[in-house]
């Protein structure tokens, strides 16, 4: 049972780029989430997702676009990179009161 | 809106000492809390939760916590620290009227066990 599954690991971009992370899930969760961890200031939420089709902003949307056209995925769009944007990124996929956290990609924007 | 302060972003114990990693929060309804433990290059994983039933809870790996309403507090410990123990410990809160799990984490502690 993979869990949640994010790709890539690390990635280094220049500024201006834009890219996809990705994450999916084999658990069949509806809610699904992303998360950037900067140190001191724990996890803060980017956007999140309640099912299919609908999807809505966190704590710190701005520069990030998310889509779910299927219950396993949920990507995260980094429009045109910013040093500000390096940060590790989580993705979970929630049942009930459990948060399934996957393993992070690592940005680093230059 | 719900925020969780984690008193210490660093903590030292001996091996074998107790451990005590202290949170509080705020929300304006009766929460749900979390504290979640993550290990070098690696994600979160659940140590336990509170979600409005008994007060003490139990988690993994020897950990509990206990919910206390007076002291807005959720305080995790372990009556004897393990070597393995050393990793970022995070408290966060929910919101058990919103549908779904969106959580608001504190800033972490790490943990340090000395030998």
């Known amino acids: 049972n993979a869990g949640v599954t994010q790709t890539p690991k690390f990635q280094v971009l220049k500024t201006g780029q834009s890219m996809t992370l990705q994450c999916a899930q084999d658990m069949n969760h509806e809610y699904m989430s992303w998360y950037r961890q900067d140190p001191g200031m724990g996890l803060r939420l980017i956007h999140y997702?309640?099912?299919?089709?609908?999807?809505d902003q966190g704590e710190v949307p701005n520069g990030y676009n998310v889509s779910r056209s299927t219950t396993e995925d949920f990507p995260l769009r980094l429009l045109s990179a910013a040093p500000s944007q390096t940060s590790v990124y989580f993705c979970?996929?929630?049942?009930?009161?459990?948060?399934?956290f996957g393993q992070g990609t690592r940005l680093t924007v230059v | 809106a719900q925020s969780v302060t984690q008193l210490g972003s660093h903590v030292s114990v001996s091996e074998g000492a107790l451990v005590l990693l202290r949170c509080n929060y705020s929300?304006?309804?009766?929460?749900?809390l979390f504290w979640y433990v993550q290990y070098p290059n690696q994600g979160l994983q659940l140590l336990l939760k509170?979600?409005?039933?008994?007060?003490l809870v139990k988690g993994i790996n020897g950990f509990e916590a206990e919910f206390k309403k007076s002291e807005t507090s959720f305080h995790l410990t372990k009556p004897s620290a393990h070597m393995s123990d050393a990793a970022e410990y995070f408290c966060?809160?929910?919101?058990?009227?919103?549908?779904?799990?969106?959580?608001?984490f504190g800033a972490g502690t790490i943990l340090r066990v000395k030998s």
């Open positions: 966060a809160v929910s919101d058990p009227l919103e549908y779904g799990n969106k959580l608001v």
């Open positions: 979970a996929s929630s049942r009930d009161t459990e948060a399934f």
């Open positions: 997702s309640v099912g299919a089709g609908i999807t």
């Open positions: 929300s304006s309804v009766p929460p749900y």
């Open positions: 509170y979600t409005s039933a008994a007060t």
